[in-house]
């Protein structure tokens, strides 16, 4: 995540050209090395159209659901922040980029509406192609992972902060 936030602000300076060149090595080499990197292979098969897009920011939250490192159950327990990597929404036995924004029954309905928007179904190996079609896709997408992941965060300070009061 801070590796993208660097690239962020190091487009402010650098040329474009230059910019995406530097950010596409940096991604190649974090997809074939990172932990999560079969993950981001799937969700960004083509990197190239990815790099060279004409629009689209990569906010934190869009960054969470192409790492796959976020507020996410089995991330946070890796990290020893959660004993049980599952959802604490549907159950499902690892809480996962997958499962938070591609299979979770809470959010179901407004993945319907999303799907509605798109045009598509909504699935990690055609969610990046979607984004690329046109900026109104990019925009739909981002606000849908911005909603759900903002709430998720929210709900995840609280639990956090109401188990350290049970243990003091
Ligand atoms: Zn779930």
Known sequence: MAMEREE???DRGASR????????????KRIETAETGSWTRIVIPDLNAWCYRRYGLVDFHL???LSGHGCFGEYLQKRKRRDDP????????????NNVFFRCDRWSRKRRSLE???GREFDP???VGAMLTGSKDWDAV????????QKREDEERDRQRAEAARQN
């Open 63 to 65: 960054t969470q659901m």
């Open 8 to 10: 962020m602000h190091a």
């Open 116 to 118: 509605g928007v798109i």
């Open 86 to 97: 599952g959802c604490v929404d549907c159950g499902a036995a690892s809480d996962d980029a």
């Open 125 to 127: 190996k055609t969610v």
């Open 142 to 149: 981002q606000s849908f992972v911005n909603i759900m992941q």
């Open 17 to 28: 050209r230059d910019c995406r060149e530097r950010t596409m090595v940096r991604w190649k």
